[in-house]
């Protein structure tokens, strides 16, 4: 129902443009679960990457973190959905990984952002995603899945900054409609040991990053470099 809902949704509020490398296509098999891994920017990303991956016929279980499953209605969707909460910080925090595990033996996808927390900048330009935590590289060593990067860019154009300018930027958004892509890269197995996968990981949301700003003809961020906060 949530991708449906994205899908339904988004035209309303940004023009959306997706590409994929060639092999791509190979995250739709249904006997394979993969763990899609995204970069994260702002509050309207899950919106962008899922109604992205349903052009690919993709409705993945999404690891989210477990403040939303307090939203009400919200939280009902998630829960009925069988969406993932992940209690960071906690002794419930494994049970995330586990779930996941479940999803991807049943052959489902599941989608998962490898830096687990929203960028603390107030401007809404791109920059390179920041470092992941090491779920996504943990979830591969325990299951064996492939890992499909994904990169978006122009999510902020929709909401980020200051609660006041993301309410701004959420109202009228229907009006101004910005370019949004999301980039789908293929499929990849990590190295056994966590520390190199995690790099790995980020090294392949990265490149799908870049892809999806040069679609767009953004000025971006790269790695290394200091933005003001």
């Given at each position: 129902?949530?991708?449906?809902?994205?899908?339904?949704?988004?035209?309303a509020?940004?023009?959306l443009?997706?590409?994929?490398?060639?092999?791509?296509d190979?995250?739709?098999?249904?006997?394979?679960?993969?763990?899609?891994?995204?970069?994260?920017?702002?509050?309207?990303?899950?919106?962008?990457?899922?109604?992205?991956?349903?052009?690919?016929?993709?409705?993945?279980?999404?690891?989210?973190?477990?403040?939303?499953?307090?939203?009400?209605?919200l939280?009902?969707?998630l829960?009925?959905?069988?969406?993932?909460?992940?209690?960071?910080?906690?002794?419930?925090?494994r049970?995330?990984?586990?779930?996941?595990?479940?999803?991807?033996?049943?052959?489902?996808?599941?989608?998962?952002?490898?830096?687990?927390?929203l960028?603390?900048?107030?401007?809404?330009?791109?920059?390179?995603p920041?470092?992941?935590?090491?779920?996504?590289a943990?979830?591969?060593?325990?299951?064996?899945?492939?890992?499909?990067?994904?990169?978006?860019?122009?999510?902020?154009?929709?909401?980020?900054?200051?609660?006041?300018?993301?309410?701004?930027?959420?109202?009228?958004?229907?009006l101004?409609?910005?370019?949004?892509?999301?980039?789908i890269?293929?499929?990849?197995?990590?190295?056994d040991?966590?520390?190199?996968a995690?790099?790995r990981?980020?090294s392949?949301?990265?490149?799908?990053?870049?892809?999806?700003v040069?679609?767009?003809?953004?000025?971006?961020?790269?790695?290394?470099?200091?933005?003001?906060?």
């Amino acid at each position: 129902m949530l991708s449906r809902i994205a899908a339904a949704v988004l035209p309303a509020v940004g023009r959306l443009t997706v590409t994929a490398d060639a092999d791509a296509d190979a995250v739709a098999r249904p006997a394979a679960g993969s763990i899609i891994v995204a970069n994260h920017t702002s509050l309207a990303d899950p919106v962008v990457v899922v109604a992205a991956l349903r052009r690919y016929g993709i409705d993945p279980v999404i690891l989210a973190t477990g403040g939303l499953w307090r939203v009400p209605l919200l939280g009902a969707a998630l829960r009925r959905e069988g969406h993932i909460a992940v209690h960071r910080g906690t002794a419930r925090a494994r049970e995330s990984l586990d779930a996941a595990a479940a999803v991807l033996a049943a052959g489902h996808s599941v989608l998962i952002y490898g830096e687990g927390r929203l960028p603390g900048r107030l401007d809404a330009g791109e920059s390179a995603p920041g470092p992941f935590r090491s779920g996504p590289a943990r979830l591969a060593a325990a299951t064996g899945a492939p890992l499909v990067p994904v990169g978006q860019a122009g999510a902020r154009r929709l909401c980020s900054g200051s609660r006041g300018k993301q309410l701004a930027g959420a109202v009228t958004a229907p009006l101004r409609r910005p370019r949004l892509h999301v980039h789908i890269g293929a499929p990849l197995h990590l190295p056994d040991r966590v520390p190199q996968a995690t790099d790995r990981a980020r090294s392949a949301v990265t490149a799908a990053w870049r892809t999806a700003v040069l679609a767009l003809s953004e000025p971006a961020q790269e790695p290394g470099r200091a933005r003001d906060r």
